[in-house]
């Protein structure tokens, strides 16, 4: 296993395999067809609540990293029935915060923190990593080639939609997943980030990586240490509404407007020499999903004269910082609009 973090860390903080596989977009339909049956049945083998999973109770460990040299760490215990019936408690520097879903309504408590862009990541890691679905519901084209890292060998699957441009789309572009032989996710590259799931098991005929990394220019963002994972009895939990406040909004579609008045920290992207050289410009126009917190988690391309600009855009937007978006009074993840321009003058 620490060969496979070894390859993963010079995979994915390195843009050598970035810039060396690409994926065509010239196949044939049954290769698109058998991108898409292998990608669905990726989803299922790693996620813990499809519809035959039986009642869990998870508990993970995590440590989050800002860049400054400063971490937080806590706890996060949940207990599962189905999509519509769960509670989670997060405990962090002492204090607990909850959020539920129940009887077809969500809550939080009044106290609860914002959760932060990187736990949200890693918490879909763990319990659902892969979806099969667009970020906003435009048709895909997965793409899938086999890679061998050392004497490992994944098949990596990419999440890839039609582009309106000649270029080949390069591998990480659109969120890329790399599995074993039985279809155990192992690697992700996924909106400018690189998660590695290592240590994996099966748990009620699932695929679970127990220790998770994820890091963007090679630097950590997070990192998870599954502690308890068992199956339990529907009635066990409580799940009780008193002293919770209802949220039951969800994700909040802002205007790309509004959103830009909300931004406190950016960075400008850089022109790619190769790009300006051959005189190519115009709008790279990205799906973002931003955080509570205000960080990004979530940034997928939808249209760009160049997959080079995309992935330039896709890199400087996963550094912005938004202040957080307040929805009747309550602290939401936001689903945007962000344009990047490329103006050769």
Avoid at 12 to 18: I, M
Avoid at 254 to 266: E, H, N, Y
């Amino acid at each position: 296993m620490n060969k496979l973090r070894a390859v993963a860390c010079c995979v994915f903080s390195c843009c050598a395999f970035l810039s060396t596989s690409a994926f065509a977009f010239e196949s044939k339909a049954e290769k698109i067809a058998a991108a898409t049956e292998r990608l669905k049945a990726i989803e299922v083998m790693n996620s813990l609540d499809g519809e035959d999973m039986k009642p869990w109770h998870l508990k993970y460990s995590y440590t989050l990293h800002d860049g400054a040299e400063k971490s937080s760490s806590g706890t996060i215990e949940e207990w599962w029935v189905s999509r519509d019936k769960w509670r989670q408690v997060r405990t962090e520097d002492g204090k607990t915060s909850v959020r539920m879903r129940v009887g077809g309504h969500s809550y939080i408590s009044n106290d609860a923190a914002p959760m932060p862009a990187a736990l949200q990541t890693l918490q879909d890691a763990i319990v659902h990593p892969v979806q099969y679905a667009s970020a906003n519901g435009q048709p895909l084209e997965p793409t899938q080639e086999n890679h061998k890292f050392g004497s490992l060998e994944l098949s990596c699957v990419m999440r890839a939609r039609h582009a309106n441009t000649e270029d080949t789309v390069h591998l990480g572009l659109f969120p890329t997943f790399c599995v074993a032989a039985d279809n155990a996710l192992r690697l992700t590259s996924t909106s400018g980030m690189n998660i590695v799931a290592n240590l994996a098991g099966k748990f009620q005929g699932h695929a679970v990586a127990t220790k998770l990394a994820g890091t963007r220019d090679g630097v950590a963002l997070f990192g998870g240490t599954i502690e308890e994972l068992r199956s339990k009895s529907e009635d066990t939990g409580d799940w009780s509404t008193t002293d919770l406040l209802e949220r039951d909004h969800g994700l909040a579609r802002i205007g790309s407007g509004v959103m830009a008045g909300q931004v406190i920290s950016k960075v400008q992207p850089r022109y790619p020499p190769n790009a300006r050289d051959h005189h190519i410009s115009g709008a790279v126009v990205l799906h973002a999903v931003i955080g509570e917190d205000g960080h990004l988690r979530l940034i997928e391309p939808i249209s760009f004269p160049s997959a080079e600009l995309a992935f330039e855009s896709v890199h400087t937007l996963s550094k912005w910082v938004y202040k957080p978006y307040l929805l009747n009074g309550v602290i939401t993840e936001v689903e945007t609009t962000v344009v990047m321009n490329f103006n050769l003058n």
